[in-house]
């Protein structure tokens, strides 16, 4: 898995022609987790031994969230966390397709000849056992598999894909993993650290006069991971990481009713990172959100959570070659 010329498009109307006649792997692949990952390395696999382009085509918002509005799917990965994991892996391309009404209405026959065949001019489609499309989601894995036949590009369908104890991997199962806190049984599922993206964005400016100041991030739209501290490494938009300790939550002792936020204490740094896209990674969860009685008490916890979190990332060792390549130093 190597970092790639890449290329993330929003569409199928105007794909390139190096990308024609390529392996593509299809799906929402929320998470990229190593469920989806069993899929993404079968086309990545067989792009390699044909010496083809290997490209991804997912669809954007969630087609769950589109149908139902009022329940959206809480996302363990949005679009540009999901690209990023992709080019990772060593794609090509990201195709964002995006799901509109229109989109919703057409049969499978229409998404197989005009995105498939016309668009893609697709040599082979890589996707899981279960994959449903096309309008009341009439295209299933058998019927694909009949229209590659007919139109002569291949199919190949990827099982199920079960973790070391037997149990199925899903993004349902992680997210409740996140949702308890248990980042580090999420990773192995996952099989890099969870990590989440956004702008760092001014905040009270307490944590600066305690002493710890912090790049504080939004955490709308992501996942419900327990509020708490946590011991997280933060990756700056040059790739430049940083060990650090990171506080979720609406900081009970200060500011009981503010809006949730991420504020990450980097280590052994300075500097200004107003306006910056920066990612953190999990490593390990450390203890919920307390109520301290007075500021006093509140910074000797933070020196201890910021002991126990430089112990936990020393110790920390890659997952995957993934893994090593999001969230660890380069070697």
Same mark, same amino acid.
């Given at each position: 898995?190597?970092?790639?010329? $890449?290329?993330?498009? &929003?569409?199928? =109307?105007? #794909?390139?022609?190096? @990308?024609? !006649?390529?392996?593509? *792997?299809?799906?929402?692949?929320?998470?990229?987790?190593?469920?989806?990952?069993?899929?993404?390395?079968?086309?990545?696999e067989l792009a390699r031994k044909r010496g083809l382009p290997a490209v991804v085509l997912t669809?954007?918002?969630?087609?769950?969230?589109?149908?139902?509005?009022?329940?959206?799917?809480?996302?363990?990965?949005?679009?540009?966390?999901?690209?990023?994991?992709?080019?990772?892996?060593?794609?090509?391309?990201?195709?964002?397709?995006?799901?509109?009404?229109? $989109?919703?209405?057409? &049969?499978?026959? =229409?998404? #197989?000849?005009?995105? @498939?065949? !016309?668009?893609?001019? *697709?040599?082979?489609?890589?996707?899981?056992?279960?994959?449903?499309?096309?309008?009341?989601?009439?295209?299933?894995?058998?019927?694909?598999?009949?229209?590659?036949?007919?139109?002569?590009?291949?199919?190949?369908?990827?099982?199920?894909?079960?973790?070391?104890?037997?149990?199925?991997?899903?993004?349902?199962?992680?997210?409740?993993?996140?949702?308890?806190?248990?980042?580090?049984?999420?990773?192995?599922?996952?099989?890099?650290?969870?990590?989440?993206?956004?702008?760092?964005?001014?905040?009270?400016?307490?944590?600066?006069?305690?002493?710890?100041?912090?790049?504080?991030?939004?955490?709308?739209?992501?996942?419900?991971?327990?509020?708490?501290?946590?011991?997280?490494?933060?990756?700056?938009?040059?790739?430049?990481?940083?060990?650090?300790?990171?506080?979720?939550?609406?900081?009970?002792?200060?500011d009981s009713d503010g809006t949730p936020l991420l504020e990450t204490f980097l280590f052994d740094?300075?500097?200004?990172?107003?306006?910056?896209?920066?990612?953190?990674?999990?490593?390990?969860?450390?203890?919920?959100?307390?109520?301290?009685?007075?500021?006093?008490?509140?910074?000797?916890?933070?020196?201890?959570?910021?002991?126990?979190?430089?112990?936990?990332?020393?110790?920390?060792?890659?997952?995957?070659?993934?893994?090593?390549?999001?969230?660890?130093?380069?070697?």
């Amino acid at each position: 898995m190597t970092e790639t010329s $890449f290329q993330r498009l &929003s569409g199928t =109307d105007s #794909v390139p022609e190096s @990308l024609h !006649d390529c392996v593509v *792997a299809i799906g929402n692949f929320d998470g990229v987790h190593r469920g989806h990952q069993a899929v993404l390395e079968r086309a990545l696999e067989l792009a390699r031994k044909r010496g083809l382009p290997a490209v991804v085509l997912t669809f954007e918002p969630h087609p769950r969230s589109f149908f139902r509005p009022d329940e959206p799917v809480e996302r363990l990965t949005d679009a540009g966390e999901k690209a990023q994991v992709l080019k990772f892996l060593g794609f090509s391309a990201v195709i964002e397709q995006p799901f509109t009404a229109a $989109f919703s209405e057409q &049969s499978a026959e =229409d998404f #197989v000849q005009h995105i @498939l065949i !016309d668009r893609l001019h *697709a040599n082979c489609v890589v996707t899981g056992y279960d994959f449903h499309f096309g309008k009341g989601r009439y295209g299933t894995p058998q019927f694909l598999q009949a229209a590659g036949n007919q139109a002569g590009f291949g199919v190949s369908l990827v099982e199920a894909f079960d973790d070391e104890g037997g149990n199925l991997v899903s993004s349902t199962r992680i997210r409740a993993l996140l949702c308890a806190g248990d980042v580090a049984q999420a990773a192995g599922l996952l099989g890099y650290r969870y990590r989440v993206s956004g702008e760092v964005i001014h905040g009270r400016k307490l944590g600066r006069t305690l002493g710890f100041p912090t790049a504080n991030m939004s955490v709308d739209g992501h996942v419900s991971l327990k509020h708490g501290i946590y011991a997280v490494r933060f990756r700056r938009a040059d790739g430049t990481l940083y060990d650090g300790v990171a506080s979720l939550g609406r900081r009970p002792t200060v500011d009981s009713d503010g809006t949730p936020l991420l504020e990450t204490f980097l280590f052994d740094f300075s500097g200004d990172l107003y306006g910056e896209t920066g990612t953190v990674s999990f490593f390990g969860f450390l203890r919920g959100e307390v109520k301290f009685d007075g500021l006093d008490p509140l910074i000797e916890q933070m020196k201890r959570d910021e002991q126990e979190a430089r112990a936990i990332l020393a110790a920390a060792q890659p997952l995957s070659q993934l893994d090593r390549l999001l969230s660890f130093p380069a070697q």
